[in-house]
């Protein structure tokens, strides 16, 4: 909103300073800031609260060194990272955009999903929560919203080369000096995406589906639906299973919310992106105002959230950042990026699949069940083995810190 007030006076009355409001850059800076005041001032109120409200965290007895002096610690605090995101976002992102438009609605539809999730476990004294299938439901219901919008949006779009421009007005004209041929750039609609390791850094989910002698837009669609109904399910579970220690899922997703930021800023800007010869997606910049207020929102919780915590995110919170870097990387086209730079959200989900599927195979063969783990998820794995919580987050970000340098770099090496 603040934007727009900046624009009018800039427009309007000169007044010094209010152009400033056109930099992105200038406007994230900002977000940053004050999501880092809102969580940080406002959630110690928020903390207060929920200890007068009583909504503390029911620990389960998993024999873990620690564990009971956690027992009625405030959860639902996730409610002071969604405001950390939003509040800024609203106030400095221009909200017509259709990227912003995407992830506002991803916070406040994964937010609402956990803060039920929550509320059951919290109010109505059931420690199982929300149904695991309604949960899945809202996550499926989410990535084919998200499906939808970027597959038939007309402002979702990508400039890419074409020889026959169909707009009377190409965006540029490009000349080959050898063969005389003569190329065109616009903004058309893609299935295009980014892909790692690979010559011309591009993959078209259209030209999937041909290769077995499918070809047909609505099942290129079908395709990418899958896809994306995939990815918000798979990394909004990944940062739930992984927020289980102080600070970890936080500390994690700052870093991978960084590498977005940077991410879709090269996307978004049409020097970098040709620099770098990868896509150029118009408008996408604004995304980097929402990834500075997530940021923010993160590292100010983790003021709180950091060992000894004194709040829990709970699934308020952890959903809710699942389901944002999974939308994020989408919009941006990086999603086959997600395994490298969610790669600690990854472990923790293959550690728990293993660990239950070697379980139920052994228990069926040999009639009792064995593991691979001394507990799932990973990070339950190195407590049992005698490693403080403090030193395996301190670890786990500094491997998360490894895989998003490796995820920019993935950029250049193809």
């Known amino acids: 909103m603040l934007y727009y007030l900046f624009d009018w006076l800039q427009e309007n009355w000169k007044i010094p300073g209010s152009g400033l409001f056109q930099y992105i850059s200038f406007r994230t800076a900002i977000a940053v800031i004050v999501s880092l005041i809102i969580t940080t001032v406002f959630g110690s109120r928020l903390i207060k609260l929920l200890h007068k409200k009583q909504v503390g965290e029911t620990i389960r007895d998993l024999g873990l060194e620690g564990e009971k002096k956690k027992q009625g610690t405030p959860t639902m605090g996730g409610l002071i990272i969604i405001a950390g995101i939003l509040i800024p976002t609203l106030l400095f992102a221009k909200l017509d955009n259709i990227y912003i438009i995407i992830m506002v ?15 059951i476990k919290v109010f109505k004294k059931n420690k199982e ?75 078209d989910y259209s030209k999937v589906l041909p290769v077995i002698g499918i070809d047909n837009p609505w099942a290129t669609f079908a395709l990418f639906l899958i896809v994306v109904v995939f990815i918000v399910t798979a990394v909004s579970n990944g940062a739930n299973i992984t927020d289980g220690i102080d600070g970890l899922a936080t500390g994690t997703s700052a870093i991978i919310g960084i590498t977005l930021a940077i991410l879709a800023y090269v996307s978004g800007n049409i020097i970098f992106s040709d620099y770098l010869n990868i896509m150029y997606i118009p408008n996408s910049g604004e995304l980097v105002i929402f990834a500075g ?42 999603e086959l990026l997600i395994p490298v730079l969610c790669g600690v959200f990854l472990i923790e989900n293959l550690s728990v699949i293993m660990q239950v599927s070697y379980f139920k195979y052994t228990k069926k063969r040999f009639g009792e069940g064995r593991r691979i783990f001394l507990m799932s998820p990973l990070h339950h794995h190195y407590q ?24 920019i770099v993935t950029l250049k090496v193809r």
């Open 105 to 119: 609605v991803t916070t406040i539809w994964m937010g609402a999903i956990g803060f039920l999730d929550d509320y």
């Open 129 to 203: 929560g929300l149904a695991g299938r309604f949960k899945v439901i809202g996550q499926v219901g989410l990535g084919i919203l998200i499906a939808i919008t970027m597959y038939f949006h007309p402002d979702i779009v990508v400039r890419e080369q074409v020889i026959n421009p169909t707009s009377e007005t190409p965006v540029e004209v490009v000349i080959n000096p050898n063969t005389g041929e003569t190329t065109y750039t616009e903004n058309v609609k893609s299935t295009m995406t980014n892909i790692p390791f690979y010559k011309d850094n591009e993959f």
């Open 293 to 334: 207020a997530f940021v923010g929102a993160c590292t100010g919780f983790l003021w709180y959230n950091a060992y000894p915590a004194q709040v829990f995110m709970g699934d308020t919170g952890s959903l809710a950042i699942g389901g944002i870097i999974a939308a994020f990387a989408i919009l941006i086209r990086k």
């Open 384 to 407: 049992k083995k005698g490693y403080h919580e403090a030193k395996i987050v301190t670890r786990f970000v500094i491997v998360g810190v490894i895989l998003a340098i490796l995820t």
